[in-house]
């Protein structure tokens, strides 16, 4: 079955430095998704992904889309203490007919160290 | 406009007793998902609901079941409680319609501990 893979499991920066998380897929994805979580809470949809080469930007936050729709990647500059919690990424398979699950990666928790 | 709910917020239970995890959702959505989290897991889907009436087994559905109640609800039941089925446990809804692009809204979760 498809497979996402999401490392570092974890990182710990100081306040100021720079973090990036990485997802990888066995199977080409239709789109990606990037997920939130704070500590003691629930997932939080963040952005979605859905072309080739694609990058957004969400203030200090950039995702990218690999060329061949089976990597992405979300880096924060200058990470501050409110960019705690466990970043996920989530990706649908591309395959034909209607297939409603994410398969989530198991997520990269970030601490940052003020 | 509540979102997802989810009740209990917390449960703790002995091994062998049975019990449902409740779920709705206010936005009008029509597929609905059941996951659990484990640390160093990630979310790992249980069972899902694609639209009123229909039910499909997730990555580890053992242990469980899952009723539709209606386009709102989606319950999750354990029969027989086992001490590895204690995690968090979160609900999620999205609109299908917007297929393959929608996205999902969580629940706050329920955290079950089984003794």
């Known amino acids: 079955g498809q497979q996402v893979m999401q490392i570092p499991q974890y990182q710990h920066v100081q306040e100021g430095e720079d973090f990036t998380t990485y997802c990888n897929s066995s199977?080409?994805?239709?789109?990606i998704q990037w997920y939130k979580q704070r500590p003691g809470g629930h997932p939080v949809f963040l952005i979605q992904?859905?072309?080739?080469?694609e990058v957004k930007k969400q203030k200090r936050l950039t995702f990218q889309f690999g060329e061949a729709k089976k990597n992405s990647s979300l880096h924060i500059t200058a990470t501050q203490t409110t960019d705690v919690g466990t970043y996920f990424c989530?990706?649908?398979?591309?395959?034909?007919?209607?297939?409603?699950?994410?398969?989530f990666g198991k997520g990269t928790l970030l601490t940052v160290n003020p | 406009n509540a979102g997802v709910t989810q009740t209990p917020k917390f449960q703790v239970l002995k091994t062998g007793q049975s019990m449902t995890l409740q779920c709705a959702q206010d936005?009008?959505?029509?597929?609905m998902y059941w996951y659990r989290q484990d640390p160093g897991m990630g979310l790992r889907l249980i069972y899902y609901?694609?639209?009123?009436?229909?039910?499909d087994k997730g990555e580890v559905p053992n242990g469980y079941n899952v009723s539709r109640l209606n386009k709102r609800e989606f319950s999750l039941r354990l029969e027989s409680a086992a001490p590895s089925q204690t995690s968090v446990y979160f609900c999620?809804?999205?609109?299908?319609?917007?297929?393959?692009?929608?996205?999902?809204?969580f629940g706050p979760g329920t955290r079950l501990l089984v003794l």
């Open positions: 999620a809804s999205s609109d299908i319609s917007l297929e393959p692009q929608e996205t999902q809204y």
């Open positions: 199977t080409t994805l239709s789109n």
């Open positions: 992904l859905v072309k080739s080469g």
């Open positions: 989530a990706g649908r398979r591309n395959s034909g007919g209607s297939n409603y699950k994410l398969t």
């Open positions: 936005m009008n959505h029509n597929s």
């Open positions: 609901s694609a639209s009123e009436g229909t039910t």
